[in-house]
């Protein structure tokens, strides 16, 4: 399998802890490919040119963080970690959904941030910040509990390392202090430590 990743792609870095927390990252060959330039190769397994993408050993290709995640998550018998229990498993998909809801209006925020500051809307970025700042007081009033992280979990942890990464002036940590404790305590896994994004 070959996945299309950018470095510093929050969505392609879910997609690299998942293989790595069940144990199948040796079946995956990560290409580097820069949405941005449209190359060749990644318009070949995404007519959209946006990563992650992967290619399947068949010619299939699988596009979304959410549902390469879901088919990594089933290629090995490692537990799963989007729970089969059917409310188990919505809730952790709405957790997963939430956490990739700030990722969204962090990228967003990115991109509008490069426009040239005339050509900025005032208005949305404040809407992007205010629901990073409510999704962030959301998980830190309600803190993940598991010993083990699911889907969810992995999904929050790389939003959160998103903000580090290109939005350090929110200082997310100043309001949510529990959340804060554990997004240390997550970020020393391997699966997360190991793809830590460059800066």
């Known amino acids: 399998m070959r996945l299309f990743y950018s470095p510093t792609s929050p969505y392609a870095r879910k997609c690299r802890v998942v293989a790595i927390e069940m144990g199948v990252e040796a079946q995956v060959e990560i290409i580097a490919s820069s949405p941005m330039a449209s190359g060749a190769d990644l318009l070949a397994v995404n007519p959209l040119s946006k990563v992650p993408a992967l290619a399947l050993p068949d010619g299939r290709c699988i596009v979304d963080s959410r549902v390469i995640c879901q088919f990594l998550d089933g290629l090995a018998d490692s537990p799963r970690l989007i729970p089969t229990d059917a409310a188990a498993r919505i809730d952790c998909l709405t957790r997963e959904a939430l956490a990739d809801g700030i990722t969204d209006a962090a990228f967003l925020l990115t991109m509008e941030r490069k426009r040239p500051a005339e ?6 970025i404040g809407r992007w910040i205010a629901a990073i700042r409510r999704a962030v007081a959301h998980f830190n009033a309600q803190l993940p509990q598991r010993p083990d992280p699911d889907l ?25 202090p529990a959340l804060a404790v554990w997004f240390a305590a997550i970020s020393t896994r391997p699966s997360l430590a190991s793809t830590m994004p460059p800066t």
């Open 119 to 124: 050509q900025q809307s005032p208005e949305w």
């Open 152 to 176: 969810g979990d992995i999904a929050l942890g790389c939003a959160l390392g998103y903000l580090d990464l290109r939005h350090g002036d929110l200082a997310w940590r100043a309001g949510a």
